[in-house]
């Protein structure tokens, strides 16, 4: 297998495993809202990463999901179309580490980052051929 493939493994499976720990923490009880959201943008962010090296592109050190989004070049249009849910994400990157920022997120917005990664990081894996999937 070629060594971009492998990377691009790497990146979809520590993706997948963001979504693991997302549902584990609001799941729990109590439920941890604040790392499900967490859990939700780092997913998505590592989705968009591995779509960039599949393309050889050198994914930027950031955690901004528009961003990311923009150096990818066209994306599937079902992930174009969710663009605005996608960069809501990236508030939940740095803002939920910190106690002085923002108000701790919802069940409901827990839930909804959730499902936006999701189906993000279904919509990514499903334009990967099947030697570059996990």
Not at 57 to 65: A, D, F, K, L, S
Not at 86 to 108: I, N, R
Request: hydrophobic fraction near 45%; aromatic fraction near 4%; include cysteine.
């Amino acid at each position: 297998m070629p060594p971009k493939h492998e990377l691009v493994q790497a990146w979809l499976r520590k993706a997948r495993n963001d979504l693991i720990t997302g549902e584990r923490a609001l799941g729990g009880q109590p439920s941890v809202r604040d790392t499900a959201c967490f859990h939700a943008q780092q997913a998505v962010e590592k989705a968009l990463k591995a779509l960039m090296v599949f393309r050889e592109v050198e994914p930027p050190r950031t955690h901004h999901i528009g961003l990311l989004l923009k150096q990818c070049g066209t994306v599937d249009a079902r992930l174009s179309a969710m663009s605005k849910d996608l960069k809501w994400l990236t508030s939940f990157a740095v803002d939920v580490h910190y106690a002085d920022v923002g108000d701790e997120p919802t069940v409901e917005q827990a839930r909804n980052a959730l499902l936006v990664a999701q189906r993000a990081v279904e919509i990514i894996l499903a334009g990967m051929p099947e030697e570059a999937r996990p």
